[in-house]
């Protein structure tokens, strides 16, 4: 299936680039869950080739960055996350409620997943919301624009739109103030 054709590209690049495109130093990705050969396509776009799959959170390593495609995570996932993540510099992503649909929720997920990060910040895409959670790295402030800019064949990722989805409306963004952490 050509990347065009592919109905979640939007998602594939936007869980994968955001990440990929935010650390300035990645050595260890762990993708936990069922991805597509075309989210693999995704990844393959970046320097980075020790990528380990896995169906949970039960790997004994330290990574970079995980990519969290198992739906919303819970307090034991998210103790795993701390496990595997490296403690200085690691960025985790993962889906979550959209802040519009449930305030609440978002609100919940946020506090849940953010306990041991210093940047915990929504991230919204078409009918798709993820969270974008870090040690260090700030999905706006720092992207790697030698990696961003220069990425080929998405449809989707840009670096304009990587900034673009972390914007919400003023209501959403009083909302989330105290809890999303910028």
């Given at each position: 299936?050509?990347?065009?054709?592919?109905?979640?590209?939007?998602?594939?690049?936007?869980?994968?680039?955001?990440?990929?495109?935010?650390?300035?130093?990645?050595?260890?990705?762990?993708?936990?869950?069922?991805?597509?050969?075309?989210?693999?396509?995704?990844?393959?776009?970046?320097?980075?080739?020790?990528?380990?799959?896995?169906?949970?959170?039960?790997?004994?390593?330290?990574?970079d960055i995980?990519?969290?495609?198992?739906?919303?995570?819970?307090?034991?996932?998210?103790?795993?996350?701390?496990?595997?993540?490296?403690?200085?510099?690691?960025?985790?992503?993962?889906?979550?409620?959209?802040?519009?649909?449930?305030?609440?929720?978002?609100?919940?997920?946020?506090?849940?997943?953010?306990?041991?990060f210093w940047?915990?910040?929504?991230?919204?895409?078409?009918?798709?919301?993820?969270?974008?959670?870090?040690?260090?790295y700030h999905?706006?402030?720092?992207?790697?624009?030698?990696?961003?800019?220069?990425?080929?064949?998405?449809?989707?990722?840009?670096?304009?739109?990587?900034?673009?989805?972390?914007?919400?409306?003023?209501?959403?963004?009083?909302?989330?103030?105290?809890?999303?952490?910028?």
């Amino acid at each position: 299936m050509a990347s065009s054709d592919n109905k979640n590209y939007a998602y594939d690049e936007m869980m994968v680039h955001v990440a990929m495109c935010s650390h300035k130093d990645i050595n260890k990705v762990l993708v936990v869950g069922n991805v597509s050969e075309d989210f693999k396509g995704e990844l393959a776009k970046h320097e980075c080739k020790d990528i380990t799959y896995s169906d949970e959170l039960n790997v004994d390593d330290k990574f970079d960055i995980i990519l969290y495609n198992n739906g919303v995570p819970s307090e034991l996932d998210m103790a795993n996350v701390e496990r595997c993540l490296e403690p200085k510099k690691g960025i985790f992503v993962t889906k979550a409620t959209s802040a519009s649909r449930d305030i609440e929720a978002a609100k919940e997920e946020l506090t849940n997943i953010g306990k041991n990060f210093w940047i915990c910040m929504p991230y919204s895409f078409g009918h798709t919301t993820l969270v974008f959670a870090s040690k260090k790295y700030h999905p706006q402030a720092e992207i790697v624009l030698q990696v961003s800019d220069l990425l080929e064949g998405c449809n989707y990722y840009s670096t304009e739109v990587q900034n673009a989805a972390f914007v919400f409306p003023a209501n959403i963004t009083k909302a989330l103030t105290g809890i999303a952490k910028r």
